[in-house]
Structure formats: C-alpha cells, structure tokens
C-alpha cells in the first residue's frame, strides 16, 4: 500500500500548527484522570495522579470550563 491509497482510505492527515496542541481540558490516557485550566495549554504531563505522559485533548478550546468550578492547577 503506497502514500496515496494509505490518504484514499484515511483522508489528508491532520495538520499541527508551530504552537503545538493546546486545550483547557486535557483527559489522562492512563488513569482517565480530568485536568481542566482556565487558559489555553500544552498537554499537562505528568499527571498528577499516576504520573502518565499521554494525554487526549478534550474538547475546551472555546470557553472556560472552570467558569463555576475551582481551578486545578
């Protein structure tokens, strides 16, 4: 399977811009663990709880989603 039947079956890859993935809530991928901040940020690694390094970009790029909770870090 070459570079082009691999982009007709899964479509144009993702592009990534110069800052790098960003997001107000980052989910572990080890422990399930929520980490929610109130700016924009890179992926929180480790986490706090498990000391996991991967993380899945949640989706809270738009607003706050510590508007009425406490802030976690």
Do not use: Y
């Not at 070459?2 to 592009?15: A, C, K, M, Q, V």
């Not at 399930?32 to 790029?61: D, K, Q, T, W, Y």
């Not at 989603?65 to 406490?70: E, H, I, N, T």
């Amino acid at each position: 399977m070459d570079e082009e039947e691999i982009r007709d079956l899964l479509g144009d890859p993702d592009e990534v811009g110069w800052g790098g993935m960003t997001s107000r809530v980052w989910k572990c991928s080890r422990c399930g663990l929520v980490h929610m901040f109130r700016s924009l940020v890179r992926p929180p690694a480790p986490c706090s709880n498990c000391a996991g390094i991967a993380f899945e970009r949640l989706s809270g790029r738009g607003k706050d989603p510590l508007a009425s909770q406490q802030m976690r870090a």
